[in-house]
Nanobody, 121 residues
């Protein structure tokens, strides 16, 4: 059972930056695919960024060049650095994980409770 706890959300104006953190624990081995998702009111959940130890991170097109996903294995923490934020980035952001490498069509078994990001114009 992998437990995930997000933090770092908040409210800010467009153009600003935030760094989300996701502390993870309870995993039985370190080979994890980890991701950030977001869901805005009335919209479907969207996979924002994905990372594992075997491949370069991948991003949804709308955040490329603005967001960076990273991982500190020593601290068991996943990060999402968000720069040049836009109102359309407003959403609840979730951390998610599954064992093994990331792959297209993968299913995330473990989820955090989410942290809200609100960007005003």
């Amino acid at each position: 059972q992998v437990q995930l706890v997000e933090s770092g959300g908040g409210s800010l104006q467009a153009g600003g930056s935030l760094r989300l953190s996701c502390a993870y624990f309870g995993h039985t081995y370190s080979n994890l695919c980890m991701a950030w998702f977001r869901q805005a009111p009335g919209k479907e959940r969207e996979e924002v960024a994905v990372i594992d130890s075997d491949s370069p991170p991948t991003y949804v097109d709308s955040v490329k060049g603005r967001f960076t996903i990273s991982q500190d294995n020593a601290k068991n923490t996943l990060y999402l650095q968000m720069n040049s934020l836009k109102p359309e980035d407003t959403a609840m952001y979730y951390c998610a994980a599954h064992y093994g490498a990331c792959y297209v069509g993968h299913h995330f078994l473990y989820w955090g409770q989410g942290t809200q990001v609100t960007v005003s114009s």
